[in-house]
């Protein structure tokens, strides 16, 4: 069938030299109709994709502020004041502005689909609940819901993708695509991938996912606000009584008291995973030990990859000493034990305001940050070294281009692919590391109340024999997906870049392109 004169008309336009809005105004209607069903999905859950997005600005300039309070304070002490009152300042207006944004309603909030409320009689029915259904499969209905939207969105991202790819891209192949097409048919990558979206709904969710929320059943189990309702069998009424008093009478603590997985207490407050040894919602916990979690693991992932990628392409770009210098640093810091260095540190800043941010959160995530450069430096070095003998490099050197525009324009695009293969493996050392120091404790890991997954596990330990097996065992079933499924994205995006490691035993060494 001969193509229409317009469309030969878009494709000529499209590999000319025209920007990216020049082509989508030429050729509109792919991208409106993307779109529009892009603004249906946001609008349907603006308040958390708002929320979760000044969560992740309010850690980025919490860390970069951070840094900049600490390098000002080496120099002067007003200087460094001058810096965490400003800090203090635009945090406070960061989290003003996520509240708000968290309290718009969405469709599929906890108000809209409400799991919490009591019944009227012995024999119910339920009231306060999503259409009157019990707690269990408003539950239920909620959950499904918010992962099938998250699936759902997910998809839409890459579909966009595609539209970029076939209607407005000027080249018609890039090393990307076949990258894709391999992932595409790498069903063990696309479980990691799979992993990676539920993860991250958890974390973004969380709030919309639990039964309660974690300022009402862990934080704040007292306040006025964390009164529930329920009906009473030895008063025949509907009483009221305080969450934390009703997390007291549904302690998990073995044979004699235990409320289990997919139960109810006995003030008809669901419970999914099971209660903790001191009562609380064990789902509500992992949600909010979703969120810290990758909080932490993110901004220590790319703060070493940062490191990494910029010291990757300068000591491959100049070699020489700059290489020497940057391989002894490198060998210095793995020298020195990181459980030993977190342990000095955590002592160090015990009273600093720095170990209080995120809960000592942000601290472990500097800490790993500044100690995992060097093992993802190695596996980009070799790669680097590699690009910067090639001719194009040569070629652009000699036209009189700066070497920061050299190093990312023309050598970063080629070391990209494996920097993301080795953050992705070492993101799940990072999640081992810090529910270890959790587990451990003694002012270690993230500071209580905060939840946090290797506190659960250490909570549960004196009962994995019994019936409240559930405390430590889903927390360390989580753990383990979560870092399962980061190795799986790791190893299926290491095929797709280098087919030639696939199946192989020594994948990472040939990846690494002799950068050890």
């Given at each position: 069938m001969a193509r229409s004169t317009a469309d030969t008309t878009n494709e000529s336009f499209r590999h000319d030299s025209s920007t990216l809005t020049e082509r989508i105004a030429a050729n509109p209607e792919p991208a409106l109709r993307w779109a529009g069903v892009a603004a249906v999905l946001l609008l349907l859950e603006l308040g958390a994709f708002l929320g979760g997005v000044l969560?992740?600005?309010?850690?980025?300039?919490?860390?970069?502020?951070?840094?900049?309070?600490?390098?000002l304070g080496a120099v002067?002490?007003?200087?460094?004041?001058?810096?965490?009152?400003?800090?203090?300042?635009?945090?406070?207006?960061i989290s003003g502005v996520r509240d708000a944004a968290q309290s718009i309603p969405t469709l599929l909030s906890r108000e809209t689909i409400s799991n919490q409320g009591h019944m009227v009689g012995p024999n119910g029915p339920w009231t306060g609940t999503f259409l009157g259904l019990e707690p269990a499969y408003a539950w239920g209905i909620r959950v499904v819901l918010v992962l099938v939207y998250a699936f759902v969105t997910a998809y839409w991202l890459f579909r966009g993708w595609l539209v970029f790819r076939n209607h407005y891209r000027q080249a018609d192949w890039t090393p990307t695509d076949d990258i894709i097409n391999r992932l595409r048919d790498h069903r063990w990558g696309q479980f990691?991938?799979?992993?990676?979206?539920?993860?991250?709904?958890?974390?973004?969710?969380?709030?919309?996912?639990?039964?309660?929320?974690?300022?009402?059943?862990?934080?704040?189990?007292y306040a006025e606000e964390s009164q529930i309702e329920y009906f009473s069998d030895d008063t025949g009424s509907?009483?009221?009584?305080?969450?934390?008093?009703?997390?007291?009478?549904?302690?998990?603590?073995?044979?004699?008291?235990?409320?289990?997985?997919?139960?109810?207490?006995?003030?008809?407050?669901?419970?999914?995973?099971?209660?903790?040894?001191?009562?609380?919602?064990?789902?509500t916990f992992m949600m909010g030990g979703a969120r810290i979690s990758l909080i932490v693991t993110g901004l220590a992932i790319g703060l070493a990859s940062f490191i990494a990628g910029a010291l990757g392409l300068i000591s491959a770009f100049y070699g020489g000493t700059t290489d020497l210098a940057v391989l002894t640093t490198a060998d210095g810091i793995t020298s020195v034990p990181r459980l030993l260095l977190l342990v000095m540190l955590s002592a160090v800043f015990a009273n600093h305001w720095l170990g209080s941010v995120l809960d000592g959160g942000f601290l472990l995530a500097l800490i790993f940050g500044f100690t995992g450069w060097p093992l993802l430096?190695?596996?980009?070095?070799?790669?680097?070294?590699?690009?910067a003998q090639e001719e194009w490099v040569d070629a652009a050197e000699s036209f009189g281009q700066r070497p920061t525009l050299i190093m990312w324009k023309h050598m970063f695009p080629y070391v990209m692919g494996y920097l993301l293969v080795y953050a992705s493996m070492s993101a799940g050392g990072i999640v081992v590391s810090l529910s270890a120091l959790s587990f451990i404790g003694n002012g270690l890991g993230i500071t209580a109340p905060t939840p946090a997954w290797g506190r659960a596990v250490s909570l549960g330990q004196s009962y994995v024999a019994g019936p409240s097996w559930h405390i430590a065992l889903i927390p360390g079933l989580m753990i383990v997906i979560l870092v399962m499924g980061l190795n799986a994205f790791g190893d299926g995006l290491r095929d797709a870049i280098d087919p030639e490691t696939k199946g192989s035993d020594d994948g990472d060494e040939l990846a690494a392109g002799g950068g050890a």
């Open positions: 969560t992740l600005f309010h850690a980025a300039v919490l860390g970069v502020t951070a840094l900049l309070e600490v390098s002067s002490s007003g200087l460094g004041e001058a810096a965490f009152g400003f800090q203090t300042d635009a945090l406070a207006s990691g991938i799979a992993v990676l979206v539920v993860f991250l709904t958890l974390a973004l969710f969380g709030p919309a996912l639990g039964p309660t929320t974690v300022q009402q059943n862990i934080k704040s189990p509907v009483e009221t009584v305080f969450a934390g008093k009703a997390n007291f009478d549904s302690k998990s603590k073995g044979p004699n008291q235990n409320v289990g997985p997919m139960t109810y207490d006995d003030y008809g407050r669901f419970h999914p995973f099971g209660t903790l040894p001191n009562g609380r919602d064990l789902f430096w190695r596996a980009v070095r070799g790669p680097a070294l590699q690009v």
